[in-house]
């Protein structure tokens, strides 16, 4: 349980905020794929997929195996979860401040005449 | 009545959805209104102090949290908020940063928060929380500000990344 973002998250968190390899990581949810192949879904040099994935390696988000000719990406697990565990931490904070608006209105509204209960099936 | 939370790693987004009693109007003021959010602002066991709140497009509303125990001045925090879009009993959207005592902004800690407010049933509204995390840069920032040493605990910590707010209001 870490407090505050962790220096593997800055990194996961810094190699994730490029939108071209944000799309990478998106498109290696369906799958491995080559660099070929994912320079040309998301519309990029090769040279310039290479360098992204290479970023994302060393951030730890994806994984390499080479295969006759080509290299094959894919992506790896743990940044991703160690990423939600920190981010959880996050959804704590705003789940009480949530909360606390919740029970301020149900006290406001003891207060109020209008005492009808009304739990509304939404 | 627990919140729903969803977590969009790859964007980087929170989103808290709780539904809460109050028709929009009511709930709309508890966003706005000094008063109200002195009450419920911020984390359990802090409180809140409204300095000025502008409510328009580009308008600033600045506040300070601090423990309710004793505590020192490096313990309170900061907040400068710039409203985007008010539009009245729906939807509220402000970027939301730390700024020093005296009212200046500290570079680098907006983070764009939205509050959408749906009455779901008389008196009943659903109240939608859009928060997007800060640049890494700005949690690299963050980190030697010292503004959050004191602060006990993980939450407390990351409030501070969050922006908290806090307040048992009530002197």
Not at chain 2, 17 to 34: D, K
Not at chain 2, 81 to 105: E, Q, W
Request: charged share 25%.
């Amino acid at each position: 349980m870490t407090d505050h973002p962790s220096p593997s998250n800055l990194a996961v968190l810094s190699a994730l905020a490029e939108p071209n390899r944000l799309a990478i990581v998106s498109l290696l949810r369906e799958g491995p794929r080559a660099v070929g192949d994912i320079a040309a879904r998301i519309e990029i040099a090769q040279p310039h997929a290479s360098r992204h994935l290479r970023i994302l390696a060393d951030a730890g988000l994806v994984s390499a195996r080479r295969e006759a000719q080509s290299r094959i990406y894919r992506l790896e697990r743990s940044p991703f979860a160690s990423l939600e565990n920190w981010l959880d931490t996050f959804s704590a904070v705003w789940e009480e401040r949530a909360d606390r608006l919740g029970d301020y209105l149900e006290h406001l509204d003891e207060d109020s005449s209008d005492t009808r209960r009304q739990e509304g099936t939404s | 009545m627990t919140a729903i939370v969803d977590r969009d790693h790859a964007n980087k987004q929170l989103t808290v959805q709780r539904s809460v009693r109050g028709a929009a109007a009511l709930v709309w003021s508890c966003w706005t209104e000094p008063g109200h959010l002195r009450q419920w602002w911020g984390p359990r066991g802090w409180r809140s102090d409204h300095f000025e709140l502008e409510l328009r497009p580009g308008g600033v509303w600045r506040y300070r949290l601090r423990p309710d125990r004793e505590h020192g001045a490096d313990e309170e925090h900061w907040g400068r908020a710039v409203y985007d879009v008010v539009d009245p009993y729906s939807s509220l959207s402000f970027l939301d940063g730390s700024c020093t005592p005296d009212g200046t902004p500290i570079p680098g800690t907006d983070q764009p928060t939205h509050v959408s407010i749906k009455e779901s049933a008389p008196s009943r509204c659903e109240v939608r929380i859009v928060v997007r995390f800060p640049s890494v840069h700005a949690l690299e920032q963050a980190e030697p500000t010292g503004m959050v040493d004191g602060f006990t605990g993980a939450l407390a910590r990351l409030d501070e990344y969050v922006r908290p707010g806090s307040g048992k209001a009530r002197s």
